[in-house]
């Protein structure tokens, strides 16, 4: 079970795009399509903003988009607004009743 | 509305007992499947364990991580609507927020406030 590997920080200014990525294995990532993404803010809970890689749950904005390419996840965001800046955490179904989640990526907006 | 929340945390010394509690309003344990996340401040979020119990299908499926595996006995109550997180044996290392989500499309949707876990002597 070991933990999704996501770069630990990222930037850009406001109206930029930002992508994220989210690297596992073929025993995660690459071998299921349920990837998913949360934003937690500074005091909060984390909040489903992207599920099974790409679809975003009801009131998420469309600025929000996931993908997939191999054993990598990506989370970009489109339209950077300073109410983006957060802690964004990828997590994948490992099988077996398991999921495993990255260390996190801090998201400033400049 | 979906919602959860965890209640039970506390301080307790190395090797001790906890049970935390995971509430679940505005829909039913009992078709539902519930995940529990841990998050130590400055470390990233790590899966504990997962419940599900289908009462169609009469299936119960419980997980656990490797870390927690043998010492954390997840459970429900249907009656209060209520999973629990029984925690034995703990260590330092165990010391997190403990946060319980709805299992949701192969994640975790909803998710409550958390609940803190100190194990220190």
């Known amino acids: 079970q070991s933990a999704l590997t996501q770069p630990p920080s990222a930037s850009g200014s406001p109206g930029q795009s930002v992508t994220m990525s989210c690297t596992g294995t073929?025993?995660?990532?690459?071998?299921?399509?349920?990837v998913s993404w949360y934003q937690q803010r500074p005091g909060k809970a984390p909040k489903m903003i992207i599920y099974e890689v790409s679809q975003r749950p009801s009131g998420v904005p469309d600025r929000f988009s996931g993908s997939k390419s191999g054993n990598t996840a990506s989370l970009t965001v489109s339209g950077l607004q300073p109410e983006d800046e957060a802690d964004y955490y990828c997590s994948s179904y490992a099988g077996s009743s398991s999921w495993v989640f990255g260390g996190g990526t801090k998201l400033t907006v400049l | 509305q979906l919602q959860v929340e965890e209640s039970g945390g506390g301080v307790v010394q190395p090797g001790g007992s906890l049970r935390l509690s995971c509430a679940a309003s505005g829909f039913s344990i009992s078709n539902n499947g519930i995940q529990w996340v841990r998050h130590v401040p400055g470390k990233g979020l790590e899966w504990v364990a997962f419940i599900r119990f289908e009462e169609n299908f009469k299936e119960k499926t419980k997980s656990y991580a490797d870390s927690v595996k043998g010492r954390f006995t997840i459970s429900r109550d249907s009656s209060e609507n209520t999973v629990y997180l029984q925690m034995n044996t703990l260590r330092p290392e165990d010391s997190a927020l403990y946060y319980c989500a709805l299992d949701w499309a192969w994640g975790c949707g909803p998710w409550g406030q958390g609940t803190l876990v100190t194990v220190s002597s």
């Open positions: 073929s025993s995660n990532i690459g071998g299921y399509n349920h």
